[in-house]
């Protein structure tokens, strides 16, 4: 199997989305003997001075003559910035092309001047709470404090696990407000596999008092077994829902966690309950999902917005809207009545 792929990029000043600060165009092609390997490669592209940036990336396919597109944000502001650091697989030069790593997983941490090693590494316990639904009035969000604090020697710890569930913040400066983030979630993460893996999302389609009988019930896996059931109608039907709920939480999981699990994100709300949108608009500040055909005057909307306090490039917050409130209903309603729901 051959792949061969052209990668065009145009890096971007945030500030001044329209001009260009440099482009450039690299091809990738690999030659393998199984489907679904990684091909890896780099590309060296100038950036003008310090500040905030993106690239804006076309991937294309050459073999199958399709494109995709995507926005990739470069924190390039100070020691601490996020781009300063690099998180890769253990004592290796390949990096982790993510920002959550499992419960017992190894990892290293590269640092842009190999002569720094002292890093200050702050943790914070997960304590998210779900998404609220989007017809709910905003709520102003609480600051986080810190739960824990310390200094590693990257000579002394070229391996690197994260011990607590949470996300770990590191910095070349002590108390810095920037750094690199890095999140542990539960057993098996982005996948659904434990009994309160699968629980948790269910807040989406249960009532209150739905979900705290699930909850507390002393056989929590027979018990989700049994909600499912009973939402289907049959065991076959049952799978069918599972399949696809427990399916678009992985997805969510993968693509649109930040400091908290992607299910638990505005994003990941909105996927699981309504699936992939028919077109997705981007820009460096939103990304509007549209479901249903663009200029049918039958689209439903959702509009989120990057939130550039987190220290999360991939952190969205939905402009939420009581409108939402009916096709909300309605979507929750389908689930409940053992359809998948997938909104047109």
Same mark, same amino acid.
């Given at each position: #199997?051959?792949?061969?792929f052209?990668?065009?990029?145009?890096? +971007?000043?945030?500030?001044?989305?329209?001009?260009?600060?440099?482009?450039?165009?690299?091809?990738?092609?690999?030659?393998?003997?199984?489907?679904?390997?990684?091909?890896?490669?780099?590309?060296?592209?100038?950036?003008?001075?310090?500040?905030?940036?993106?690239?804006?990336?076309?991937?294309?396919?050459?073999?199958k003559?399709?494109?995709t597109?995507?926005?990739?944000?470069?924190?390039? $502001?100070?020691?601490?910035?996020?781009n300063?650091?690099?998180?890769?697989?253990?004592? $290796?030069?390949?990096?982790?092309y993510?920002?959550?790593?499992?419960?017992?997983?190894?990892?290293?941490?590269?640092?842009?001047d190999?002569?720094?090693?002292?890093?200050?590494?702050?943790?914070?316990?997960?304590?998210?709470e779900?998404?609220?639904?989007?017809?709910?009035?905003?709520?102003?969000?609480?600051?986080?404090?810190?739960?824990?604090?310390?200094?590693?020697?990257?000579?002394?710890?070229?391996?690197?696990?994260?011990? #607590?569930?949470?996300?770990?913040?590191?910095?070349?400066?002590?108390?810095?407000?920037?750094?690199?983030?890095?999140?542990?979630?539960?057993?098996?993460?982005?996948?659904?596999?434990?009994?309160?893996?699968?629980?948790?999302?269910?807040?989406?389609?249960?009532?209150?008092?739905?979900?705290?009988?699930?909850?507390?019930?002393?056989?929590?896996?027979? $018990?989700?077994?049994?909600?499912?059931?009973?939402?289907?109608?049959?065991?076959?039907?049952? +799978?069918?829902?599972?399949?696809?709920?427990?399916?678009?939480?992985?997805?969510?999981?993968?693509?649109? $966690?930040?400091?908290?699990?992607?299910?638990?994100?505005? +994003?990941? #709300?909105?996927?699981?309950?309504?699936?992939?949108?028919?077109?997705?608009y981007?820009?460096?500040?939103?990304?509007?999902?549209?479901?249903?055909?663009?200029?049918?005057?039958?689209?439903?909307?959702?509009v989120?917005?990057?939130?550039?306090?987190?220290?999360?490039?991939?952190?969205?917050?939905?402009?939420?809207?009581?409108?939402?409130?009916?096709?909300?209903?309605?979507?929750?309603?389908?689930?409940?009545?053992?359809?998948?729901?997938?909104? +047109?």
């Open positions: #199997m051959v792949g061969n052209k990668i065009e990029y145009v890096l +971007r000043p945030i500030s001044a989305p329209k001009s260009a600060s440099d482009t450039g165009n690299v091809i990738a092609n690999n030659v393998s003997q199984s489907a679904g390997e990684w091909i890896y490669g780099y590309t060296d592209f100038d950036v003008p001075g310090e500040g905030e940036y993106f690239l804006d990336v076309t991937l294309r396919d050459l073999n003559m399709s494109t597109y995507d926005l990739v944000y470069l924190s390039h $502001s100070g020691d601490d910035a996020s300063n650091f690099l998180l890769t697989q253990p004592q $290796s030069e390949t990096p982790l993510t920002n959550a790593v499992g419960e017992k997983e190894n990892f290293s941490l590269r640092y842009k190999p002569a720094v090693s002292k890093v200050f590494v702050t943790y914070y316990k997960n304590t998210a779900a998404a609220r639904p989007p017809y709910s009035l905003p709520v102003a969000s609480l600051p986080v404090e810190a739960d824990s604090s310390w200094i590693i020697d990257l000579t002394q710890t070229p391996l690197l696990q994260l011990p #607590m569930e949470g996300y770990y913040r590191f910095s070349v400066t002590a108390n810095s407000k920037q750094g690199y983030n890095v999140c542990r979630f539960k057993q098996d993460f982005p996948k659904v596999t434990t009994p309160l893996a699968l629980l948790e999302p269910l807040r989406y389609i249960t009532t209150k008092k739905e979900y705290t009988t699930l909850e507390t019930s002393t056989r929590l896996k027979p $018990s989700i077994d049994s909600f499912w059931i009973a939402t289907g109608g049959s065991q076959e039907r049952a +799978r069918e829902l599972i399949s696809a709920y427990y399916g678009r939480v992985e997805i969510v999981n993968t693509h649109f $966690s930040t400091w908290k699990e992607g299910w638990k994100t505005d +994003r990941g #709300m909105v996927y699981i309950i309504y699936g992939e949108p028919q077109n997705v981007r820009t460096p500040d939103s990304e509007t999902w549209v479901y249903g055909q663009d200029q049918s005057g039958n689209t439903l909307n959702f989120f917005n990057r939130v550039t306090t987190s220290g999360f490039a991939n952190d969205f917050e939905l402009e939420r809207n009581t409108a939402y409130n009916v096709s909300w209903i309605t979507a929750v309603d389908y689930w409940k009545q053992g359809q998948v729901y997938r909104a +047109r």
